[in-house]
């Protein structure tokens, strides 16, 4: 066998190994981008809930009364929520009115995080979170990114 057959033989196995690994790693990244989803599913739940409980509520000190029985109590402290009455067990009062706050959220983003794909090259993108502008394609450089459906 000549030099230059041998040296085809040994660049043909080398191209074997390397699509070999392509595919790997292709597969690999599409694990990666299915869990990268996932985790963003759940960080969007929590921030939903952690949205949903900023309502404060702030009972100031002051003397109450049992709304039940008349009992008085004098709260020393402003608290979140009223304790059972000594005499009754009732929990509501006569007295102060609570200081509600309300901390709005931000507004959401214009482009939400996910996997995107550039309009120029075809190379998929993971954006890990919501953002005004997407970023450059890794592959390309241009600012072609698109959601992928």
């Known amino acids: 066998m000549s030099k230059a057959r041998k040296r085809a033989k040994a660049l043909a196995k080398q191209v074997m190994e390397a699509m070999r690994q392509a595919k790997e790693a292709e597969a690999r990244a599409v694990?990666?981008?299915?869990e990268m989803m996932r985790a963003l599913a759940e960080a969007k739940a929590e921030e939903k809930a952690e949205t949903e409980a900023r309502t404060i509520i702030e009972y100031?000190?002051?003397?109450?009364?049992?709304?039940?029985?008349?009992?008085?109590?004098?709260?020393t402290e402003p608290t979140q929520v009223l304790p059972k009455c000594d005499n009754c067990g009732a929990t509501k009062y006569k007295g102060h009115e609570p200081k509600v706050t309300k901390i709005e959220p931000p507004p959401p983003k214009r482009y939400t995080a996910g996997m995107y794909q550039c309009?120029?090259?075809?190379?998929?993108?993971?954006?890990?979170?919501?953002?005004?502008e997407l970023p450059e394609c890794d592959f390309c450089g241009r600012h072609k990114l698109e959601p992928l459906n």
Request: with cysteine.
């Open 119 to 132: 309009g120029s090259c075809g190379t998929r993108s993971a954006v890990a979170e919501d953002c005004d």
């Open 31 to 34: 694990a990666l981008g299915e």
């Open 60 to 75: 100031p000190s002051g003397r109450y009364e049992c709304a039940q029985c008349g009992h008085s109590t004098l709260f």
